[in-house]
């Protein structure tokens, strides 16, 4: 079996991490978990980040022991079985194609609004060039998507700083009120923008998923797992500080119901002069998303072709073994007939079913793992599956009926594949 190069280290996999996460979560999930929940949604930020914290380190272990394409698609099918191995695969799919497509249309809305054009034309127009961009610099493999990379994030970075530096000065702590959430209503806001919040973190994922590309595995993947949810965690945080702070939760509410970027709305009633940068990282944010997104379902679907799942012609790898060629331009095409659409909307509850489900069965392998395997306590296995089971049941029921019928059709899928395909992967 065909095996990718292993070329990313340390920063490199941090980096990565940090693009998967820092992108719709920070720039438009803080201000409608600010909505739901008010002042809370600090408190929310927290504990997300707590639930994230225990299921990176149930990944990061998964992945030092198992270190191949695939993330929880192939722990499952290790540690688990089949069925439950093919369910977090095909979720990922699903969920993720959507949400990168939405990535390259929200690119393009906000590059547009940006250089002052009219984007009802042009949008889908603009996407489209993004998402073949992206896919082109994918196909040259890791080593220049890495470069490219680093360099979106660090553009992305820089204008959060500037965002919260500015921003400090002009912070009322009247807006802080209600902190603490009084009553039923008050305490099940908080859990539902802690289940919408966590779904913002949980772009740490994609370093397990290229887990088959990083040097020293063992070492190298807990290592940018617990530094990527650190900074996050850290700038998160500190973004939903100044953003309350200064125009108050219902503020950032609001701005989400009238614009895609509540903290360039924040910017422009401190500091006026920045709105526009915020506006430049929220398109470079809107980008790293996309180049992570196809990275990490070209390998996800490279893994299904692996076992059969899909058509073995995705596991293809290019001459030099750093790229999934098939997989890369099978994903692209995707994302590019959903971005065709022009309307690519998948609620952020529906995003949320999805990822919890991912993660239960992430946090479920982890818990098959021997004592000489295991990296952390047993416990936070249990912790993980624990919390993931319990925010799910914040979801509207309508979104587990929808789930339901996916992963069932996924099911049936599965079943005439293995029929037709022969596996590559033992």
């Known amino acids: 079996m065909q095996q990718l190069k292993r070329e990313l280290g340390v920063f490199g996999a941090i980096m990565m991490g940090l693009g998967s996460i820092v992108g719709t979560g920070i720039f438009v999930s803080v201000g ?23 299921n990176g380190l149930n990944s990061a272990q998964l992945a030092a022991n198992h270190p191949v394409s695939g993330g929880t698609y192939e722990y499952g099918y290790r540690y688990l079985n089949p069925r439950l191995g093919f369910i977090a695969g095909w979720s990922f799919l699903l969920a993720k194609s959507a949400s ?101 973190y949980t772009g740490y994922g994609r370093i397990a998923t290229l ?44 701005a989400v119901s009238t ?32 180049l992570n ?3 990490g379902l070209s390998r996800v679907l490279l893994a299904m072709g692996r076992r059969a799942d899909m058509p073995p012609a995705v596991a293809t790898l290019n001459q030099s073994q750093t790229t999934p060629t098939v997989a890369v331009v099978v994903i692209g095409v995707l994302i590019a007939g959903l971005v065709l659409i022009g309307d690519v909307r998948t609620t952020w509850s529906f995003s949320a079913f999805s990822v919890l489900i991912y993660y239960s069965l992430t946090n479920l392998s982890a818990l098959q793992l021997t004592a000489e395997e295991r990296l952390f306590p047993r416990w936070i296995g249990f912790a993980g599956l624990g919390a993931c ?38």
């Open 32 to 54: 409608i978990s600010a909505g739901v929940a008010g002042a809370s949604v600090l408190i929310a930020i927290a504990l997300a980040a707590m639930v994230a914290t225990f």
């Open 100 to 200: 990168a497509a939405t990535a390259a249309l929200g690119f393009s809305g906000y590059l547009l609004d940006l250089l002052n054009v009219d984007g009802n034309n042009t949008i889908v127009i603009v996407a489209l060039v993004a998402v073949v961009m992206m896919t082109v610099i994918v196909l040259l493999g890791i080593r220049r998507s890495n470069t490219a990379n680093t360099i979106i994030v660090s553009v992305t970075l820089i204008t959060l700083g500037i965002f919260v530096v500015s921003g400090v000065p002009s912070i009322n702590t009247d807006n802080f009120a209600g902190i603490i959430p009084t009553g039923t209503g008050g305490w099940r806001a908080l859990l539902e923008a802690t289940a919408l919040m966590f779904v913002a």
């Open 389 to 426: 089971l319990f925010l799910a049941f914040w979801v509207e029921p309508i979104i587990w009926i929808v789930g339901a019928v996916i992963i069932s059709s996924g099911l049936v899928w599965q079943v005439i594949a293995n029929q037709l395909f022969e596996p590559s992967a033992k």
């Open 259 to 290: 614009t895609a970027a509540p903290l360039e709305v924040a910017a422009q009633q401190f500091t006026p002069a920045i709105a526009p940068l915020i506006a430049i990282g929220a398109v470079t944010a809107m980008l790293g998303v996309l």
């Open 293 to 295: 997104l196809l990275l």
């Open 211 to 254: 887990g088959e590309e990083v040097r020293e595995p063992r070492i190298t993947i807990p290592r940018a797992m617990v530094a990527t949810l650190t900074v996050t965690m850290l700038l998160y945080i500190s973004v939903a500080i100044v953003g309350v702070g200064t125009i108050g939760a219902n503020g950032l509410g609001d």
